[in-house]
């Protein structure tokens, strides 16, 4: 079965460019979403198809997918940014998730 | 606005069946794909299921193939989760999702629900 990595945790100073990566064998080749979990809350699709941002997701959060590796990146982090942040691809008539990443914004 | 309301989480015994409910509203649910995710305690997300807007294709994840069963009543805007043979590894708060489907590719999971808590437990 298909598998995404993610790491597991990162951290990033306020103001500062957070990456976040997502691994998996030839994932360029498929469409990688990025969801936002926040205690309490509902998740949140911050990018889908690789790149783009649903309406009412800052211009910040950014996406790239190729080769090897798709990556999320939030510029100028805020302290709302907090949060845990999930790949997810469709592979086989499966849906995978990455194992999320908490994001730590000092 | 989207709006995607689940209920009939509880605690249940091992080996017992509950099934979650899914209400949305806000926008043509019959035109929509639907899907559950589940996370359990200190866990990521994991897919569940999903089923086509007219309810005639579906697939489940490996882990849950055989005991859980989704369905969906247009009628009522309703999603189901039906669960039997109920373990405590399925302990888990879980989510309905609305479903990105063209034709037969599945995309993203665009809008989510709150969640409902299952705790499998004696």
């Known amino acids: 079965s298909y598998e995404v990595t993610q790491p597991l945790s990162i951290s990033v100073a306020l103001g500062q460019t957070a990456t976040i990566t997502c691994g998996g064998n030839n994932i360029g080749s498929k469409n990688v979403h990025w969801y936002q979990l926040t205690p309490g809350q509902a998740p949140v699709l911050v990018i889908y198809r690789d790149s783009n941002r649903p309406s009412g997701i800052p211009e910040r959060f950014s996406g790239s997918n190729s080769g090897i590796t798709a990556t999320l990146t939030i510029s100028r982090a805020q302290a709302g940014d907090e949060a845990d942040y999930y790949c997810q691809v469709w592979d086989s008539s499966t849906g995978v998730f990455g194992g999320g990443t908490k994001l730590t914004v000092l | 606005q989207v709006q995607l309301v689940e209920s009939g989480g509880g605690v249940v015994q091992p080996g017992r069946s509950l099934r979650l409910s899914c209400a949305a509203s806000?926008?043509?649910?019959?035109?929509?794909?639907m899907h559950w995710v589940r996370q359990a305690p200190g866990k990521g997300l994991k897919w569940v299921a999903v089923i086509w807007s007219d309810g005639n294709n579906q697939y489940l994840a490996d882990s849950v193939k055989g005991r859980f069963t989704i369905s969906r009543d247009n009628s009522k805007n309703t999603l189901y989760l039906q669960m039997n043979r109920l373990r405590a590894e399925d302990t888990a708060v879980y989510y309905c999702?609305?479903?990105?489907?063209?034709?037969?590719?599945?995309?993203?999971?665009?809008?989510w629900g709150q969640g409902a808590l299952v705790t499998v437990s004696s």
């Open positions: 999702a609305r479903a990105i489907i063209v034709g037969a590719t599945v995309y993203e999971f665009d809008h």
């Open positions: 806000g926008f043509t649910f019959s035109s929509y794909g």
